[in-house]
């Protein structure tokens, strides 16, 4: 493995308090996975910076190497058996995507990697922190009128207006970004009022990662730095505002949390000095 630059995250993404514990089962050494002493949200304590994620670390690469691991692992070609049932989840998974996303409009994708999974019809943008990745993606949205910017995301939204989308994509991306909750704060802002995040990420209350333990297929070192649950993944999105729905209410048997966000069509500011926002046409 090569050097890597990482740092710390000093505080809980969910509840903002510091302090945490080593949940010693799951980490893979240097990575340490950790649990918040106030409220239980699990994450990696060490995250390697966004430099690294563009070319050294970047998701290809690390999917290439996990794929190899994984073979060599006896329980996980068992889960990789049960996968039927993904296929089944892929013609579900589109039809979400298009009653997401409205027929015309703008639309952004964070986490794009190499192509698009937004439908046919409104402006696709996109924004992908892997190099390669977003020079292959950029032709597929540049031709319906469109771009992608190859940046972290929490810098690369702030290229956009506020109250600009219609709605946005998060797919497998959430996990990967260790600061969730400041791309949930940007994300808020240049959503219409109105307008959704559709949202999936690795479910860390699965079954299955009762079942298979630290070979979960959701782990991934030091790749994924989010390990969400219904309860934390919902008390993030409500302190920062959006109203939250289950798009997978049998949670419990599914790897991934999929979830739409939305930013009320009459917003609040969160926080103790809570008042109306004049409500926007969209
Ligand atoms: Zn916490």
């Given at each position: 493995?090569?050097?890597?630059?990482?740092h710390?995250?000093?505080?809980?993404?969910?509840c903002?308090q510091?302090?945490a514990?080593?949940v010693?089962?799951?980490?893979?050494s240097?990575?340490?996975?950790?649990a918040?002493?106030?409220?239980?949200?699990?994450?990696?304590?060490l995250v390697?910076?966004?430099?690294?994620?563009?070319?050294?670390?970047?998701?290809?690469?690390?999917?290439?190497?996990?794929k190899?691991?994984?073979?060599?692992n006896?329980?996980a070609?068992?889960?990789?058996?049960?996968?039927?049932?993904l296929?089944?989840?892929?013609?579900?998974d589109?039809?979400?995507?298009?009653?997401?996303?409205?027929?015309?409009?703008?639309v952004?994708?964070i986490g794009?990697?190499?192509?698009t999974?937004?439908?046919?019809?409104?402006?696709?943008?996109g924004i992908e922190?892997?190099?390669?990745l977003?020079?292959?993606?950029?032709?597929?949205f540049?031709a319906?009128?469109?771009?992608?910017?190859h940046?972290?995301?929490?810098?690369?939204?702030e290229?956009?207006?506020e109250?600009?989308?219609?709605?946005?994509l998060?797919?497998s991306?959430?996990?990967?970004e260790?600061?969730p909750?400041?791309?949930?704060?940007?994300?808020?802002?240049?959503?219409?009022?109105?307008?959704t995040?559709?949202?999936?990420?690795?479910?860390?209350?699965?079954?299955n990662?009762?079942i298979?333990g630290s070979?979960?297929?959701?782990?991934?070192f030091?790749?994924h730095?989010?390990?969400?649950?219904?309860?934390?993944?919902k008390?993030?999105a409500?302190?920062i505002?959006?109203e939250?729905?289950?798009?997978?209410w049998?949670?419990?048997?599914?790897d991934?949390?999929?979830?739409e966000?939305?930013?009320?069509?009459?917003?609040?500011?969160?926080g103790?000095?809570a008042r109306p926002v004049?409500?926007?046409?969209?």
């Amino acid at each position: 493995m090569s050097e890597l630059r990482s740092h710390e995250r000093p505080t809980c993404e969910v509840c903002q308090q510091t302090g945490a514990t080593v949940v010693h089962k799951y980490t893979r050494s240097p990575w340490p996975v950790v649990a918040c002493n106030s409220c239980g949200f699990v994450y990696l304590g060490l995250v390697p910076d966004y430099e690294d994620l563009s070319v050294t670390y970047a998701w290809e690469k690390q999917h290439a190497e996990e794929k190899e691991r994984r073979k060599k692992n006896k329980l996980a070609r068992f889960d990789a058996l049960t996968r039927f049932r993904l296929k089944l989840g892929k013609v579900i998974d589109r039809a979400r995507h298009e009653r997401a996303v409205g027929p015309e409009g703008r639309v952004l994708e964070i986490g794009c990697g190499g192509s698009t999974r937004i439908p046919d019809g409104p402006t696709p943008y996109g924004i992908e922190i892997s190099e390669g990745l977003s020079q292959k993606a950029r032709p597929i949205f540049e031709a319906r009128g469109g771009t992608v910017y190859h940046e972290p995301a929490t810098s690369g939204i702030e290229r956009f207006e506020e109250n600009f989308f219609d709605a946005i994509l998060m797919r497998s991306y959430l996990e990967h970004e260790a600061q969730p909750r400041l791309i949930l704060e940007r994300a808020f802002k240049r959503l219409k009022p109105g307008g959704t995040i559709l949202l999936r990420s690795p479910n860390y209350n699965s079954a299955n990662r009762f079942i298979m333990g630290s070979q979960w297929c959701g782990f991934r070192f030091p790749d994924h730095v989010n390990y969400f649950t219904p309860r934390s993944l919902k008390a993030l999105a409500a302190s920062i505002g959006y109203e939250f729905r289950w798009m997978n209410w049998m949670s419990l048997f599914d790897d991934n949390l999929i979830v739409e966000l939305k930013k009320p069509v009459t917003a609040f500011v969160p926080g103790p000095s809570a008042r109306p926002v004049e409500a926007q046409v969209a």
